[in-house]
């Protein structure tokens, strides 16, 4: 027997069995990537109006836009609202970006599958409303966020009217709808205007996949609004 050939067959063979397992990682990690990507289209159709009272139904665009992950996994649909009311005479600051009241409908969304918020908390399928709200000024959220404008999800059951929800309430209801004791949140983000609504942008630093989206003010008939926030993507800790 030739000890020295069988030797080198099994360097041979080692060697192989390397290069095969560094190849498929290579192809995992390219595919996971892959799969990870965000894009968005347009969704032209109303959101199913048994899942609201008739009021908020009416105040819902009768088109929406859909996230998609990956090659064409639904992630979500949103429908914003057809006019958002603005605070008169609003100053943008450095914490607080948009002109909407604490509690106010922004629109609602569709998850297709279990989603995700921005503290990671898991979001089951199903239709959620958004509402705008700011973090509190307290020392439990210093440093958690640049900026105090979120929009919070509460289930469609427990969000039937088209009225703005006081801030304690709203907290306990979007808190329930993840199942926690924090509320279900997207963090709005500072706007980078796009030439094309919807849209969608990766911050490769964080990991973050924000939404663009363009809304009217109900102040000026041609006053249009864009918003953005991280559809998926979560706090650093």
């Known amino acids: ?4 050939r069988l030797t080198g067959t099994a360097h041979i063979l080692s060697f192989a069995t390397i290069t095969f397992t560094i190849f498929t990682a290579v192809i995992f990690a390219a595919t996971s990537v892959q799969a990870a990507e965000y894009r968005v289209e347009p969704l032209n159709e109303p959101a199913p109006k048994e899942e609201f009272s008739d009021e908020v139904s009416a105040m819902l665009a009768e088109t929406g836009f859909r996230v998609i992950r990956g090659k064409n996994t639904t992630y979500c649909d949103i429908w914003l609202c057809k006019k958002w009311p603005v605070v008169a005479d609003f100053q943008q600051t450095p914490a607080i970006l948009y002109p909407f009241k604490p509690g106010q409908l ?3 969304v569709r998850f297709a599958r279990k989603g995700a918020d921005f503290r990671n908390q898991d979001i089951p399928s199903g239709f959620y409303a958004l509402r705008y709200a ?9 440093g958690t966020s640049l900026t105090r404008d979120f929009l919070l999800l509460v289930q469609a059951e427990d969000d039937q009217s088209a009225a703005n929800t006081e801030q304690k309430q709203l907290n306990v209801q979007s808190a329930k ?9 997207f963090s709005m983000q500072r706007l980078i205007p796009s030439e094309k609504y919807p849209s969608i942008r990766h911050i490769e630093e964080s990991d973050w996949w924000v939404v663009g989206a363009r809304g009217m003010s109900d102040t000026d008939p041609a006053g249009e609004l864009a918003i953005e926030f991280v559809i998926s993507g979560q706090a650093a800790e």
């Open 134 to 142: 700011q973090q509190p000024v307290d020392g439990a959220h210093v």
């Open 1 to 4: 027997m030739n000890i020295r």
């Open 106 to 108: 922004i629109g609602v």
């Open 177 to 185: 709808a993840a199942g926690s004791s924090h509320p279900a949140m």
